[in-house]
């Protein structure tokens, strides 16, 4: 399979079982299973949420979720493959899903992510995200989050 062909669309109602079990397997590691396949279906039906899937042929690889609020988006969940990771999937569909942000006018977005994820630290980091909080015990009291922030329009956060 070509990279080159790698696909970002939103997801399809089908592709919620898939995008779940990955949730479960890649971000909620240890956690109880909080992003069900009935969860993330309900996300695909709103309309203030976007559900995408990066897909090769018709194999999914890599998911994202963002909400848009008034003013703020919340990006929920990021989650590339293992075995497609390191080849831009991940800035892609984070492009992808700011860039309905940005066209909505929408101010800044906001994540959080485990404390102890140092990799996707750097990777929000080198995306234009600033650290601006640590929210202690926000993962089911069993691991703290850093709470991470991007200006959507004029690059950095500044709290
Ligand atoms: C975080 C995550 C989504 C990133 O996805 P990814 O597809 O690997 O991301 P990219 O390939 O776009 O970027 C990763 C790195 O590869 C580099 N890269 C991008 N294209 C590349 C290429 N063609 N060749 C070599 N390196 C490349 C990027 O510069 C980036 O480096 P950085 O992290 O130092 O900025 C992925 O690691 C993941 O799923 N992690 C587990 C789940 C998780 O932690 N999610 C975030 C919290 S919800």
Redesign the pocket.
Known sequence: MD?KQTEVVLAHIDDSYKIATMSRE??EQGLQWSWTPERVGRCILSPEINVIT?KIDSDLI?F?IMFYGNTKAH????????N???????????DWLEMCAKTAGLESCQ????ES?Q??R??????GYSETERVHGYYQQQENAIRMARNLREGHFES
């Open positions: 990279i890649i971000i990066a890599g994202g990006l929920n969940l990021l989650a590339v493959d293992a497609w990771r390191s080849h831009g999937i991940g800035h892609r569909m984070l994540l959080e992510l485990r994820n990799k996707a750097k990777f929000y980091t080198d995306h």
